[in-house]
């Protein structure tokens, strides 16, 4: 985000704006007056000033809602293809909401089509020379774009178009997510203290067969009404916790706010045998739970009581190991699908920090980053690059990273003798792994990247979603 004064005409985002609200606000007039980055939490706006949207900082970015606000969802795989990166994508996700009654509430089914953006090259041009929205119709752009270093590959229509079915959920869904091997599979944690694990295939077909309405501002929609394949009500307290476990299909954990965390065994005809008994060792809510991505009976919990500790699934009465990470609340982790020895734990004071399991005690984080001022509301790893994650906080900001990285003061200097030529300044204050920051969202709760489209995260607040791809995403070296 730049700076400005306010007498450059801005084109605003409608307030009665559609439900899929498409691209972004942004400038339509030259840069005339020396621009610099704002800095969230730092920097104060003052009169006659306002924030300025770049748009070359992305390579796509999206804005849509779905009715009452979606403070958790999960993208579902695909068959689409495995690893795809040209525009324009379509995607699928649930989602649950927070309705005003708990009648009300339901979990999405969404498909989201036609997700359009650009290509661009590594040629540093004047930010207000381009344009987000001007994408190609599938046809070889001109010498002159070129020229730009931008090459667009979208379809002819900019807009995306976002279908959706909807079933019935009895509370708000504090939590949901998809089973990664078999996406339809979703389990949902409500605010009445339920587990429910749900069936969404036939709406998934529908969706994929186009035999669904588009999601638009007029008229009520219908809620389909079916039974859960199976509802645990053994939590003593609602929760946030749940995860899937990705190496045995099925297997699920579940965490509450009175400290229990529960193991769910998959049996024949679609249903789960939970143990009654919870696993012990937090003494405060747990917040959240991750399996290990390679082994089948390790889990990483975190909680309120300022640890993060690693269970063998297979033993209730104590973790395998317990570590004092924060000394505020552990909000959320998130342990690396690319490289299985690292994890990231993410803290109420706005910090995060990174853990090596090979060496997994008190003090032994190997990175600590406290850019944040307010806590952090999720935290996840890229799955196709080992040392990139984004980190949501409720400082309204998502913060990319790259632990990769490290500070070179002839590099920074080439650049910022560049930035000088288009009358732009740059803070050298900020950490040389922080990547990106996204703007424009109020009360941001999650982000997830796209485990089959490289770079691209969706985004989930109070004020709705945003899909996403940074431009300066696109060249990171994709996993093995």
Same mark, same amino acid.
């Given at each position: 985000?730049?700076?400005?004064?306010?007498?450059?005409?801005?084109?605003?985002?409608?307030?009665?704006?559609?439900?899929?609200?498409?691209?972004?606000?942004?400038?339509?007039?030259?840069?005339?007056?020396?621009?610099?980055?704002?800095?969230?939490?730092?920097?104060?706006?003052?009169?006659?000033?306002?924030?300025?949207?770049?748009?070359?900082?992305?390579?796509?970015?999206?804005?849509? =809602?779905?009715?009452?606000?979606?403070?958790?969802?999960?993208?579902?795989?695909?068959?689409?293809?495995?690893?795809?990166?040209?525009?324009?994508?379509?995607?699928?996700?649930?989602?649950?909401?927070?309705?005003?009654?708990?009648?009300?509430?339901?979990?999405?089914?969404?498909?989201?089509?036609?997700?359009?953006?650009?290509?661009?090259?590594?040629?540093?041009?004047?930010?207000?020379?381009?344009?987000?929205?001007?994408?190609?119709?599938?046809?070889?752009?001109?010498?002159?774009?070129?020229?730009?270093?931008?090459?667009?590959?979208?379809?002819?229509?900019?807009?995306?178009?976002?279908?959706?079915?909807? &079933?019935?959920?009895?509370?708000?869904?504090?939590? &949901?997510?998809?089973?990664?091997?078999?996406?339809?599979?979703?389990?949902?944690?409500?605010?009445?203290?339920?587990?429910?694990?749900?069936?969404?295939?036939?709406?998934?077909?529908?969706?994929?067969?186009?035999?669904?309405?588009?999601?638009?501002?007029?008229?009520?929609?219908? &809620?389909?009404?079916?039974?859960?394949?199976?509802?645990?009500?053994?939590?003593?307290?609602?929760?946030?916790?749940?995860?899937?476990?990705?190496?045995?299909?099925?297997?699920?954990?579940?965490?509450?706010?009175?400290?229990?965390?529960?193991?769910?065994?998959?049996?024949?005809?679609?249903?789960?045998?939970?143990?009654?008994?919870?696993?012990?060792?937090?003494?405060?809510?747990?917040?959240?739970?991750?399996?290990?991505?390679?082994?089948?009976?390790?889990?990483?919990?975190?909680?309120?009581?300022?640890?993060?500790?690693?269970?063998?699934?297979?033993?209730?009465?104590?973790?395998?190991?317990?570590?004092?990470?924060?000394?505020?609340?552990?909000?959320? $982790?998130?342990?690396?699908?690319?490289?299985?020895?690292?994890?990231?734990?993410?803290?109420?004071?706005?910090?995060?920090?990174?853990?090596?399991?090979?060496?997994?005690?008190?003090?032994?984080?190997?990175?600590?980053?406290?850019?944040?001022? /307010?806590?952090?509301?999720?935290?996840?790893?890229?799955?196709?690059?080992?040392?990139?994650?984004?980190?949501?906080?409720?400082?309204?900001?998502?913060? $990319?990273?790259?632990?990769?990285?490290?500070?070179?003061?002839?590099?920074?200097?080439?650049?910022?003798?560049?930035?000088?030529?288009?009358?732009?300044?740059?803070?050298?204050?900020?950490?040389?792994?922080?990547?990106?920051?996204?703007?424009?969202?109020?009360?941001?709760?999650?982000? =997830?990247?796209?485990? /089959?489209?490289?770079?691209?995260?969706?985004?989930?607040?109070?004020?709705?979603?945003?899909?996403?791809?940074?431009?300066?995403?696109?060249?990171?070296?994709?996993?093995?």
């Amino acid at each position: 985000m730049a700076r400005n004064p306010k007498k450059k005409r801005v084109k605003k985002k409608k307030e009665n704006a559609p439900v899929l609200d498409g691209e972004q606000s942004m400038v339509t007039d030259q840069q005339q007056q020396p621009a610099r980055v704002w800095r969230p939490g730092v920097d104060n706006l003052e009169d006659g000033e306002e924030l300025q949207f770049d748009p070359t900082a992305y390579d796509c970015l999206h804005a849509f =809602h779905l009715g009452w606000p979606c403070l958790s969802f999960d993208i579902a795989r695909d068959a689409l293809g495995v690893l795809r990166n040209d525009f324009p994508h379509t995607m699928f996700c649930v989602a649950g909401t927070q309705a005003d009654a708990a009648q009300n509430n339901s979990i999405i089914v969404a498909k989201l089509s036609n997700v359009t953006g650009v290509r661009r090259g590594l040629k540093l041009s004047n930010p207000m020379d381009a344009d987000v929205e001007e994408e190609s119709d599938g046809e070889e752009s001109s010498s002159d774009e070129e020229d730009e270093g931008r090459v667009a590959k979208s379809a002819s229509s900019k807009t995306p178009v976002l279908e959706a079915k909807m &079933i019935a959920h009895q509370g708000g869904v504090n939590r &949901i997510r998809c089973m990664p091997q078999q996406p339809h599979i979703v389990a949902t944690w409500a605010d009445t203290g339920y587990v429910q694990v749900w069936d969404t295939l036939v709406h998934v077909r529908a969706l994929s067969a186009d035999q669904s309405s588009e999601v638009s501002t007029g008229g009520p929609h219908s &809620i389909v009404r079916q039974a859960p394949l199976h509802v645990f009500t053994g939590h003593k307290d609602e929760g946030f916790a749940v995860d899937w476990s990705p190496v045995n299909p099925g297997r699920l954990v579940t965490g509450d706010c009175r400290s229990g965390i529960h193991l769910w065994e998959p049996t024949t005809g679609g249903k789960w045998n939970v143990d009654r008994a919870p696993f012990k060792g937090h003494t405060a809510s747990v917040e959240d739970l991750q399996w290990s991505p390679t082994e089948a009976d390790v889990f990483a919990s975190c909680s309120v009581d300022g640890t993060v500790r690693i269970w063998d699934a297979r033993t209730r009465s104590q973790p395998a190991i317990s570590v004092k990470a924060h000394d505020n609340d552990v909000n959320v $982790i998130s342990w690396n699908r690319v490289a299985s020895c690292m994890v990231a734990s993410g803290c109420d004071d706005g910090s995060f920090r990174i853990w090596d399991l090979r060496s997994f005690k008190e003090d032994s984080f190997i990175a600590h980053f406290k850019y944040h001022t /307010q806590p952090i509301t999720s935290i996840e790893w890229s799955p196709h690059e080992a040392s990139t994650l984004a980190v949501t906080c409720a400082d309204n900001q998502l913060s $990319i990273w790259d632990l990769s990285l490290e500070r070179d003061e002839e590099e920074e200097a080439e650049y910022q003798a560049k930035l000088k030529q288009q009358q732009a300044e740059a803070p050298n204050d900020l950490p040389p792994q922080l990547l990106f920051v996204h703007l424009g969202q109020k009360d941001i709760k999650e982000a =997830h990247w796209h485990p /089959q489209i490289q770079g691209l995260l969706v985004s989930t607040a109070g004020d709705g979603f945003n899909v996403l791809r940074p431009s300066n995403m696109e060249n990171l070296p994709a996993a093995a």
